[in-house]
């Protein structure tokens, strides 16, 4: 079975100062990685995704993750945070042996202060 | 239609009560997935199917039933609602599996009292 832990619940930054939301996920197998966010009110966006190849991977409005394999990991990052950056943010995993099953972690709420 | 359509947007209802939450893409997408999300708890998968003519269960799925007799559309009944089952419900799709991101619809909030 796969699952998916994020260590943060909620997070307070100010404008400007670097996010670094933690992912960890379980697996045996190859897998696929997603962040997804969603803003207050709408539904899940996705960020970025990872499937192969570069391990750093960029994702829309300046976000980036890193997938780390011998530590299960995803996290993700982004250096200067803006106040249109509060949303709760979703780490996701699909396992390649898993078929179509896709598992959220449970969400880290974000608060940017202006 | 344009993606993933869910209706109804909210919904108060009694316990005990039968409810369909409806679910409609037109993306011609084969996977599709139930999920509700909770303050805490983040996404958990109640249901989903791979492809029309099949489903599997998820994480929670107790008190929740789907069908999928076409490509398009994949209703969730709640064939008794109890309070516990108030919660937002993301409809959501992809083409097929691997590193295809899923679309999510726009939800249903349901309270169940």
């Known amino acids: 079975a796969q699952s998916v832990s994020q260590h943060n619940h909620h997070v307070i930054l100010s404008e400007a100062a670097s996010l670094e939301l933690g992912c960890n996920y379980s697996?045996?197998?190859?897998?696929?990685l997603f962040w997804y966010v969603q803003y207050p009110g709408q539904h899940l966006q996705l960020l970025l995704k990872?499937?192969?190849?570069?391990?750093l991977v960029k994702g829309i409005k300046g976000f980036e993750a890193e997938f780390i394999k011998s530590k299960f990991s995803f996290n993700l990052r982004k250096p200067s945070v803006q106040w249109s950056d509060t949303a709760e943010y979703f780490c996701a995993v699909n396992g390649n042996n898993a078929g179509n099953m896709l598992t959220f972690g449970g969400g880290t709420r974000l608060m940017v202060k202006p | 239609i344009a993606g993933i359509t869910q209706a109804p947007t909210s919904q108060i209802l009694a316990a005990g009560r039968r409810m369909t939450l409806r679910c409609t893409q037109d993306m011609r997408h084969n996977a599709m997935y139930w999920y509700r999300q909770d303050l805490g708890l983040g996404l958990r998968l109640i249901h989903y199917s791979n492809t029309a003519g099949t489903t599997g269960k998820g994480e929670v799925p107790d008190g929740y039933s789907v069908s999928r007799a076409n490509t398009d559309d994949f209703p969730l009944t709640l064939a008794s609602a109890v309070p516990s089952q108030t919660s937002v419900y993301f409809c959501?799709?992809?083409?097929?599996?691997?590193?295809?991101?899923?679309?999510f619809g726009q939800g249903t909030r349901l309270t169940v009292v």
């Open positions: 697996y045996g197998g190859t897998v696929n």
């Open positions: 990872y499937f192969s190849g570069d391990p």
């Open positions: 959501a799709s992809r083409p097929d599996r691997g590193a295809a991101e899923a679309f």
